[in-house]
Structures are given as structure tokens and as C-alpha cells.
């Protein structure tokens, strides 16, 4: 019940894109991944954290939809989230990925 964030980042190495949660303050979590090469694209701040699951899988979701692989284990930086990591394609890129998070976030996050 208590506050989470859901994030964005990329990564060159693929190139590809994860989508995360953590808890209301990001910047323990982002800093990690940061030294790890990934870089920022978004960060929602939602103010009931189980809805944060909600949005992480409609995304992961989307992006099978798109087409979009996951990525392995041994793609992603210290093999950590590649079940929410995707290869970034023409239909799940970075802005397409933003403004979906968006949209989830405005119905499934109360539109915060």
C-alpha cells in the first residue's frame, strides 16, 4: 500500500529498454543501475505500490504484443530484469514505451 515508482531505463548494449518498480524514493535503485550503463528515460511516482505491478506487467505485456524479444539473462547487466527487458524494435521504442507508461499510469495509477 505504501508508495512506489515505476521506471524506465536503457541500455546501448542491445540496445533495449527494462521496466522496473522500487519504492518511493528511485534514487538508491536508479544510481545502482546507473553504474551498471543504464541510462534514465522516466520515473512515475504512484502513490499505491501495488499498482506499480499492475503497470510493470501491462508493459511487459504490450511489448510481447509489439513483437518486441526479452532479453536473457546473459544479456542484461549482472543478469539482473531480463524478464522485464526488451530488445528496443520500431513498435516497442523508447517514446511509444513512454507514452504507454503514461497512459497506464493516468488509468491504472489513479493519474498521478
Known amino acids: 500500500m505504501a508508495p512506489a515508482t515505476v521506471y524506465l531505463i536503457r541500455h546501448d548494449a542491445g540496445p533495449f529498454v527494462k521496466v522496473g518498480i522500487t519504492g ?3 534514487s538508491t535503485r536508479l544510481t545502482v543501475h546507473g553504474r551498471r ?3 534514465i528515460l522516466g520515473t512515475w511516482p504512484i502513490p499505491i505500490g501495488r499498482d506499480t505491478s499492475v503497470i510493470e506487467d501491462r ?4 511489448w510481447q504484443e509489439c513483437g518486441a524479444t526479452r532479453c536473457t539473462r546473459d544479456e ?3 543478469g539482473h530484469g531480463g524478464t522485464e527487458a526488451v530488445h528496443i524494435t520500431a513498435a516497442a521504442d523508447e517514446p511509444r514505451t513512454i ?3 503514461k497512459e497506464l499510469v493516468a488509468e491504472v ?3 498521478y
Open 24 to 26: 518511493a524514493d528511485p
Open 37 to 39: 550503463g543504464w541510462e
Open 59 to 62: 508493459v511487459v505485456a504490450w
Open 76 to 78: 542484461v547487466p549482472d
Open 99 to 101: 507514452a504507454y507508461i
Open 109 to 111: 495509477g489513479g493519474g
